[in-house]
């Protein structure tokens, strides 16, 4: 099927930009470093570091989405090359839900890596005291550090003798690492003796990443929509400001709209206004809610929703865009 053969070229050619892997190493210098800054809250330094956590992959998930919608859609319109696409018996439907089905594996797989760096500070902690054992997590560092190696010396050997890309050998060979090393880590403890997987990670943790992650995606479905139309920079700041307003909209909207009125003049707004804050669980991490599965199927049904509209408009925007 020509969507998925475009999705596939789209998926290759995002995780092939140079932007991409700045992205996720700049991704992963955050969240090593918020065990540090998390350190100096007055409260407890570990809830923190998970609100750091839960704030750097929405940021550079919102960037991620961005440039790579851009990069595999609205450049493509501005070189031409989209004409060669559009001018077979291939609907322009197709062309806007195969795009965004590559730029979503691409996020996947950025955020899959990010994922990963997250939970190994989650399980390194913050530094709890001077000693030795308490600020340091060696069967993290050794792991993740070797992880980060070996996938360094694999890409650029593959680049080498091989001419494979680096930046897309780097990130899938990261990701496989990363994991392998997660893995291992999670069935050893600090002291390397056995313990339960378990023991290190709160589940109710992976609720509140996979909440983030759709997140992303119903802002990756924005930032194609915007690109079948706008600039790079254009875009961004769509996807800016998408943002922004996702996250003041339950707040702002539902004020204007009322409580007692049925329709109102903001009634709109505040139904097409992604509510960011419904995917947002570290304040109820960090103050011992629990996150229910029911709440995750009705949450993760309202980002499907978000998606399926914002791609309907970006299928509508790119039927009479003018590639030629």
């Given at each position: 099927?020509?969507?998925?053969?475009?999705?596939?070229?789209?998926?290759?050619?995002?995780?092939?930009?140079?932007?991409?892997?700045?992205?996720?190493?700049?991704?992963?210098l955050?969240?090593?470093?918020?065990?540090?800054?998390?350190?100096?809250?007055?409260?407890?330094?570990?809830?923190l570091?998970?609100?750091?956590?839960?704030s750097?992959?929405?940021?550079?998930?919102?960037?991620?989405?961005?440039?790579?919608a851009?990069?595999?859609?609205g450049?493509?319109?501005?070189?031409?090359?989209?004409?060669?696409?559009?001018?077979?018996?291939?609907?322009r439907?197709?062309v806007?839900?195969?795009?965004?089905?590559?730029?979503?594996?691409?996020?996947?797989?950025?955020?899959?890596?990010?994922?990963?760096?997250?939970?190994?500070?989650?399980?390194?902690?913050?530094?709890?005291?001077?000693?030795d054992?308490d600020?340091?997590?060696?069967?993290?560092?050794?792991?993740?550090?070797?992880?980060?190696?070996?996938?360094?010396?694999?890409?650029?050997?593959?680049?080498?003798?091989?001419?494979?890309?680096f930046?897309?050998?780097?990130?899938?060979?990261?990701?496989?690492?990363?994991?392998?090393?997660?893995?291992?880590?999670?069935?050893?403890?600090?002291?390397?003796?056995?313990?339960?997987?378990l023991?290190?990670?709160?589940?109710?943790?992976?609720?509140?990443?996979l909440?983030?992650?759709?997140?992303?995606?119903v802002?990756?479905?924005?930032?194609?929509?915007?690109?079948?139309?706008?600039t790079?920079t254009?875009?961004?700041?769509?996807?800016?400001?998408?943002?922004l307003?996702?996250?003041?909209?339950?707040?702002?909207?539902?004020?204007?709209?009322?409580?007692?009125?049925?329709?109102?003049?903001?009634?709109?707004?505040?139904?097409?206004?992604?509510?960011?804050?419904?995917?947002?669980?570290?304040d109820?991490?960090?103050?011992?809610?629990?996150?229910?599965?029911?709440?995750?199927?009705?949450?993760?049904?309202?980002?499907?929703?978000?998606?399926?509209?914002?791609?309907?408009?970006?299928?509508?925007?790119?039927?009479?865009?003018?590639?030629g």
């Open positions: 099927m020509p969507v998925f053969t475009i999705a596939g070229n789209a998926f290759l050619e995002s995780i092939r930009q140079r932007i991409f892997i700045v992205l996720i190493c700049v991704g992963i955050a969240l090593v470093l918020n065990v540090n800054v998390a350190a100096y809250a007055f409260a407890d330094d570990n809830k570091l998970v609100d750091l956590g839960l750097t992959l929405l940021l550079v998930g919102l960037l991620l989405a961005g440039f790579t851009t990069g595999v859609i450049r493509e319109i501005e070189n031409k090359t989209v004409l060669t696409v559009v001018s077979k018996p291939v609907p439907a197709a806007v839900i195969g795009k965004y089905l590559g730029v979503t594996g691409a996020i996947l797989l950025a955020f899959w890596i990010l994922a990963v760096v997250f939970l190994l500070t989650v399980r390194h902690r913050v530094q709890a005291s001077v000693r054992e600020i340091f997590d060696v069967p993290v560092l050794l792991f993740g550090l070797g992880a980060a190696g070996g996938a360094l010396a694999i890409a650029a050997l593959a680049n080498y003798f091989y001419r494979r890309p930046t897309s050998t780097f990130a899938v060979c990261l990701g496989g690492g990363l994991t392998a090393a997660l893995g291992i880590i999670s069935f050893i403890s600090r002291d390397w003796e056995p313990q339960h997987p023991t290190d990670f709160n589940p109710q943790l992976l609720f509140a990443i909440l983030a992650l759709e997140a992303i995606l802002l990756a479905a924005i930032a194609v929509a915007a690109s079948t139309r706008l790079q254009a875009t961004l700041l769509v996807c800016l400001g998408g943002f307003l996702g996250l003041v909209s339950d707040y702002f909207l539902s004020l204007l709209a009322g409580a007692d009125r049925l329709w109102t003049i903001w009634t709109l707004p505040a139904v097409v206004v992604p509510n960011l804050q419904y995917f947002w669980m570290a109820a991490l960090t103050q011992g809610h629990p996150i229910t599965g029911d709440y995750v199927a009705s949450v993760t049904l309202y980002a499907a929703c978000m998606v399926v509209a914002f791609g309907g408009l970006a299928i509508l925007l790119f039927q009479d865009r003018d590639v």
